[in-house]
């Protein structure tokens, strides 16, 4: 199946839904088990390409095996809009494994309904206070948390907590509504609840937990003596990549299968979710089809997080900056393929913590050869968004262990420079290269308008940005010398010559780091 498919022809294949199930090629897998007899169970906030591609395919292999009630109401709070997508597909829509070559096909059930919260909140409460939920799974990006990257802590200038605090009752932010959806269970059935995060942010169930009981405690009617008694946040950590869906994606499908679905979803093979055993009420037993439940996440998620998400940042921002559209194509380069590997091997892999059952070293080889799939489009641009929410697990902690023994950080602060330079690059005086989305994308652009050029100057005004930098690292001599050094090289003529200089000599590189071009 190629990228580049034909147009398709004038008449409009019929879009898929329950009726079109018995009538579809026979390679493609269908859902296994009654759909008519699912109940909902578990709802989901952020129905985007991941969930679609991860926690929906657990429960829908749980269905398959294990048939209960753990159907997904899925339910967005922000863009996309569902109802014409997954709404009109009655929940269904088509599963791609794409390996290089390789396609398999294969429709999902567990989705039974969707719901659009985006105006207002009430549609989403109205499901998530309702007594058939018992788990709340969400994948809300790292912003949606509405928390202080550096710390953790509750945002409590963040706009949408400003007001969501002056008005409880009619939140939109994700801490606004849960906390809003907590308190409407204790005023009715009271039943318990687990809160899921499946975002990557590092110990994604204990910042969940901080947000909402920061937002409940301010409430200050006994709701966070209520959660701690009948709400249980387990960290987790989720893994498959599965880019945007693209027009591209859903032609495909079209050509190769005959039927039209609007919300298809690609991804590779590899899919992993580690959950900490710490639940509320029932759960969905997903450690049957392949999760797995553990006391303790931290060591996977450190694992997943600085070597797979590390590797993914870096080629994103070393990627653009040498004229790389996808992951793959970044890999594809020798160069940066050596780079990132070097990276991962030397620096971030002393900082890991011993992992059951996993080699770290087999690890990083196997996250690289991951993310060589050509079949996976996944664009430099789109892994390079809220950087600024995601360098501090990828990068920035990794950085602080090394610092913390004295360990060289060399390669590490490289792809921090790289995201500087990104959005550096997306401003008025560098020329707007290209769009950029990060929350602090403005302020960035804002420094180097006032700034210029000068690398010192920029990395001084840029590492002061708290939220990002804590303290301690912003004041090492060290990390701010590795951080003006990749300035200086990677906003110049020629970012690439300053990646091959320091792949080449880690150690060299900041005493002889080529000169700026004009
Ligand atoms: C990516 C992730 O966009 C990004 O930030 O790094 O979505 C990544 O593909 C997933 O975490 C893989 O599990």
Same mark, same amino acid.
């Given at each position: 199946?190629?990228?580049?498919?034909?147009?398709?022809?004038?008449?409009?294949?019929?879009?898929?839904?329950?009726?079109?199930?018995?009538?579809?090629?026979?390679?493609?897998?269908?859902?296994?088990?009654?759909?008519?007899?699912?109940?909902?169970?578990?709802?989901?906030?952020?129905?985007?390409?991941?969930?679609?591609?991860?926690?929906?395919?657990?429960?829908?292999?749980?269905?398959?095996?294990?048939?209960?009630?753990?159907?997904?109401?899925?339910?967005?709070?922000?863009?996309?809009?569902?109802?014409?997508?997954?709404?009109?597909?009655?929940?269904?829509?088509?599963?791609?494994?794409?390996?290089?070559?390789?396609?398999?096909?294969?429709?999902?059930?567990?989705?039974?309904?969707?719901?659009?919260?985006?105006?207002?909140?009430?549609?989403?409460?109205?499901?998530?206070?309702?007594?058939?939920?018992?788990?709340?799974?969400?994948?809300?990006?790292?912003?949606?948390?509405?928390?202080?990257?550096?710390?953790?802590?509750?945002?409590?200038?963040?706009?949408?907590?400003?007001?969501?605090?002056?008005?409880?009752?009619?939140?939109?932010?994700?801490?606004?509504?849960?906390?809003?959806?907590?308190?409407?269970?204790?005023?009715?059935?009271?039943?318990?609840?687990?809160?899921?995060?499946?975002?990557?942010?590092?110990?994604?169930?204990?910042?969940?937990?901080?947000?909402?009981?920061?937002?409940?405690?301010?409430?200050?009617?006994?709701?966070?003596?209520?959660?701690?008694?009948?709400?249980?946040?387990?960290?987790?950590?989720?893994?498959?990549?599965?880019?945007?869906?693209?027009?591209?994606?859903?032609?495909?499908?079209?050509?190769?299968?005959?039927?039209?679905?609007?919300?298809?979803?690609?991804?590779?093979?590899?899919?992993?979710?580690?959950?900490?055993?710490?639940?509320?009420?029932?759960?969905?037993?997903?450690?049957?089809?392949?999760?797995?439940?553990?006391?303790?996440?931290?060591?996977?998620?450190?694992?997943?997080?600085?070597?797979?998400?590390?590797?993914?940042?870096?080629?994103?921002?070393?990627?653009?900056?040498?004229?790389?559209?996808?992951?793959?194509?970044?890999?594809?380069?020798?160069?940066?393929?050596?780079?990132? !590997?070097?990276? @991962?091997?030397?620096?971030?892999?002393? /900082? +890991?913590?011993? #992992? =059951?059952?996993?080699?770290?070293? %087999? $690890?990083?080889?196997?996250?690289?050869?991951?993310?060589?799939?050509?079949?996976?489009?996944?664009?430099?641009?789109?892994?390079?968004?809220?950087?600024?929410?995601?360098?501090?697990?990828?990068?920035?902690?990794?950085? !602080?262990?090394? @610092?913390?023994?004295?360990?060289?950080? /060399? +390669?590490?602060? #490289? =792809?921090?420079?790289?995201?500087? %330079? $990104?959005?550096?690059?997306?401003?008025?005086?560098?020329?707007?290269?290209?769009?950029?989305?990060?929350?602090?994308?403005?302020?960035?652009?804002?420094?180097?308008?006032?700034?210029?050029?000068?690398?010192?100057?920029?990395?001084?005004?840029?590492?002061?940005?708290?939220?990002?930098?804590?303290?301690?690292?912003?004041?090492?001599?060290?990390?701010?010398?590795?951080?003006?050094?990749?300035?200086?090289?990677?906003?110049?003529?020629?970012?690439?010559?300053?990646?091959?200089?320091?792949?080449?000599?880690?150690?060299?590189?900041?005493?002889?780091?080529?000169?700026?071009?004009?």
């Amino acid at each position: 199946m190629g990228d580049r498919s034909e147009p398709v022809s004038a008449v409009r294949a019929e879009s898929l839904g329950p009726a079109l199930l018995s009538c579809l090629p026979s390679e493609v897998r269908k859902p296994a088990y009654d759909r008519a007899a699912m109940r909902p169970g578990i709802a989901h906030i952020g129905v985007g390409a991941f969930h679609r591609c991860h926690q929906a395919e657990y429960t829908d292999d749980l269905l398959a095996n294990h048939f209960d009630r753990w159907g997904l109401v899925g339910i967005n709070i922000r863009p996309p809009l569902l109802a014409e997508t997954l709404g009109r597909q009655h929940g269904l829509y088509t599963r791609l494994i794409r390996q290089n070559d390789e396609v398999e096909a294969r429709i999902i059930g567990s989705i039974i309904r969707v719901i659009d919260s985006q105006g207002s909140a009430r549609p989403a409460l109205e499901v998530l206070a309702s007594s058939d939920i018992e788990m709340v799974t969400m994948t809300v990006t790292e912003k949606g948390y509405c928390h202080v990257p550096s710390n953790g802590a509750l945002d409590l200038d963040h706009p949408d907590i400003v007001h969501d605090l002056a008005n409880p009752q009619a939140p939109r932010s994700v801490p606004g509504i849960l906390a809003r959806a907590l308190e409407l269970r204790t005023g009715s059935h009271g039943r318990p609840v687990t809160l899921l995060s499946c975002d990557n942010i590092p110990t994604n169930g204990i910042i969940l937990g901080n947000v909402v009981r920061a937002f409940a405690e301010r409430r200050g009617n006994g709701l966070v003596d209520w959660i701690a008694s009948n709400v249980t946040f387990p960290s987790a950590m989720v893994d498959r990549i599965a880019p945007a869906t693209t027009e591209v994606d859903i032609a495909a499908v079209e050509k190769r299968f005959g039927y039209r679905d609007s919300a298809v979803v690609v991804g590779e093979r590899f899919r992993q979710w580690v959950i900490e055993d710490r639940f509320a009420g029932r759960v969905p037993r997903w450690d049957l089809v392949g999760a797995t439940f553990v006391n303790d996440v931290t060591p996977f998620e450190h694992l997943k997080m600085r070597v797979l998400n590390g590797a993914q940042t870096t080629l994103s921002y070393l990627g653009v900056l040498g004229g790389f559209e996808h992951t793959s194509d970044a890999m594809a380069d020798p160069l940066l393929a050596g780079f990132a !590997r070097r990276m @991962l091997m030397e620096e971030t892999l002393p /900082t +890991l913590m011993p #992992v =059951p059952g996993i080699s770290p070293a %087999a $690890y990083v080889e196997q996250s690289l050869a991951r993310l060589t799939n050509t079949a996976i489009r996944h664009r430099n641009h789109q892994i390079a968004t809220d950087g600024s929410q995601k360098i501090v697990q990828r990068l920035l902690n990794p950085i !602080r262990d090394r @610092l913390a023994k004295g360990d060289n950080i /060399t +390669l590490l602060s #490289v =792809p921090v420079a790289g995201w500087m %330079a $990104y959005l550096i690059k997306a401003s008025a005086r560098f020329g707007r290269a290209w769009q950029v989305s990060d929350p602090f994308a403005e302020k960035i652009a804002e420094i180097a308008d006032r700034v210029g050029a000068d690398s010192k100057e920029l990395a001084n005004a840029i590492l002061a940005i708290n939220a990002i930098f804590d303290r301690s690292l912003a004041a090492s001599d060290m990390f701010r010398a590795n951080v003006v050094a990749g300035l200086d090289g990677l906003l110049s003529d020629d970012p690439m010559a300053f990646v091959r200089h320091v792949r080449a000599d880690p150690i060299d590189a900041r005493l002889k780091r080529p000169a700026r071009s004009a």
